[in-house]
């Protein structure tokens, strides 16, 4: 395959995956913001924070309210992580490798661009979110279904599953990593009470607060909460989940194309890094130290999958 179209394929899923992340990060803090009877910013601030968009955000606007967050996470075409400019990236490497797609997933990816193009033309106010927030989850949705029931399991499937998997593992992380002060051990020893409202926003960001709830029946702890994103598999949204996929679908490229890449080393070294430790070793030595250096092993892993496939000639 040329490596152009394997950058196609690899950024249209993680722009994909970003706008939906971004939709599901936005209806968290929503959730909780409506909870704060005293109108405080913070939790729009963490938003924005947690999607590493501040210095864009500080740069336009002064103050942090609901109506400036909202629309700069979901139409502001100058913030490139916006749910549209992220749609609108993904449909433009689509039309790039189309003829590596089925007619069903370039279909799905442009009526998706149609739809939220329409939803995004004019501002959307806190009313009109929610069915704002589950239109976009839903076109995601549609576009994912149709890769899985129409394309061949072959190298194109291999890099539209990496792009998905390293961008979904990046927002876990960084959620986490912004929400670490919740996740301090000494509420966990000591026994002290975390805020209800901070760890449902860490659970609901990735779509996890009913698995969760059956797994430790609604019982949270900092340790549980971290052992479930970090190292639990059976989590679809987890660092471990995400880091076996991309472990697993480089391998496939091995096979695929006979040689051994550098980057299934570093996705080697990422992978036994989850699997090596337990939730009590990442507390130990820090999980914001933990989180730091798995989002700079990510970035790196990103960047050689970029120069081994020769994305860009």
Known sequence: MLGRTAGGLFWMFRYLERAENTARLLEAGWHIALTRSDGDSNEWESIVRTAGQTMAYEAKYDEYTAQHVINFLLRDMDNPSSV???????????????????????????????????????????????????????????????????????????????????????????????????????????????????????????????????????????????????????????????????????????????????CQVVADCITDCVHNRTVESIFQSGLHEFLGEYLSDLTRLAIQIEKDFQFYG
């Open 84 to 262: 549209m400019a992220s749609v609108d990236l993904a449909r433009s490497n689509a039309r790039q490798v189309r003829t590596a797609l089925s007619g069903e997933v370039w279909e799905a990816t442009n009526d998706c661009w149609m739809s939220l193009k329409a939803a995004l033309a004019r501002p959307v106010s806190e009313r009109s979110l929610h069915e704002t927030l589950a239109l976009i989850r839903n076109r995601a949705s549609v576009v994912r279904g149709a890769l899985h029931g129409t394309m061949l399991r072959n190298d194109i499937f291999s890099f539209a599953r990496l792009g998905t998997f390293v961008e979904r593992a990046d927002a876990t992380a960084r959620i986490l990593d912004v929400k670490y002060y919740v996740l301090l051990p000494s509420a966990a020893f000591v026994g002290s009470s975390i805020d209800n409202a901070q760890w449902e926003v860490i659970l609901r960001s990735v779509s996890a607060e009913r698995s969760f709830s059956w797994l430790h029946g609604g019982a949270a702890s900092p340790q549980a909460i971290a052992e479930f994103l970090i190292l639990d598999e059976r989590m679809p949204r987890s660092l471990a989940f995400c880091s076996t996929k991309v472990t697993q679908y480089l391998r496939y490229l091995e096979r695929d194309y006979g040689t051994r890449y550098e």
